[in-house]
């Protein structure tokens, strides 16, 4: 039987309200993803130590003074945060915005940063200021060593290729940036190094160059993710992309990559909220 015109009436302004407050809902309720991974060459003496990535907000609020996520990253009491770039915007820049995330955290716990694709350009020396201001740690092909329990390990941080083009390609300017972060450690040393950088389609060189541990973002999680088959499409990566979100490995090598907060050239998110990582890591058997 035909629905009649009024039930129409009724019914079509009810589902529209439902797809938007479905679309808003995907867009901006923030999922939590965790991990726990173990190392032998971590320290001994403690039972876990509980780092947060936070990435890809492109300058987006979520909640007055960012309150949504510092309520949730707080509950996840971390050790350390990470953010691994496009804090900002290249087209809707708001660096107000996004400074006051990078405030309320570092009120948490020790902030490590590093710059993805949209931070280059002329408006980054004072973003980069900013956050020195605030105590961020800005990790521009640098590294330093962060006590752990009774030992230490090693955080190392790159820029986006984007930040220097006098090399040919992203594969041989991630390798400059390595080359410079680790200039001068001994790279057979045993000690836990994580490595933060913003591309994860170069895994293959962050695994030749022996990082445990790599947290990365720039996929958005492919933005619309299928069913059976991950998300849809991402930058340098293209349709169907192999690092859209999640956890890979690859011999002694693991990497985090974060689906991210915000959104940059398509404005929506689907079936692919936005997300904040939990790693918790502890000393033993690698798994």
Known sequence: MRMSKKRWLILLPIL??????????E????GITRYKLSSAKLPEGFDSYRIVQLTDLHSKAF??????ITRKVKKLKPDLIVMTGDLVDSRKYNAETSLMLMRKMTELAPVYYVTGNHEWGSRFPALAKGLRELGVHVMRNANEIVK?????????????PTFNHEADGDVERINEHIAAALDGVDRSEERYTILLSHRPELFAEYVKNNFDLTFSGHAHGGQVRLPFLGGLVAPGQGFLPKYDGG????????MIVSRGLGNSIIPQRLFNRP????????????N
């Open 16 to 25: 529209i309200l439902a797809v938007i407050a479905f679309l808003y809902y």
């Open 27 to 30: 867009n901006n309720a923030i």
């Open 63 to 68: 909640g007055k003074e960012q309150g949504s």
């Open 148 to 160: 752990v329990g009774d030992g230490e390990i090693r955080i190392v941080g790159v820029d986006d």
């Open 247 to 254: 956890q890979y490995t690859e011999g002694d090598a693991t």
């Open 275 to 286: 997300e904040v990582v939990l790693v918790e890591l502890s000393a033993g058997e690698q």
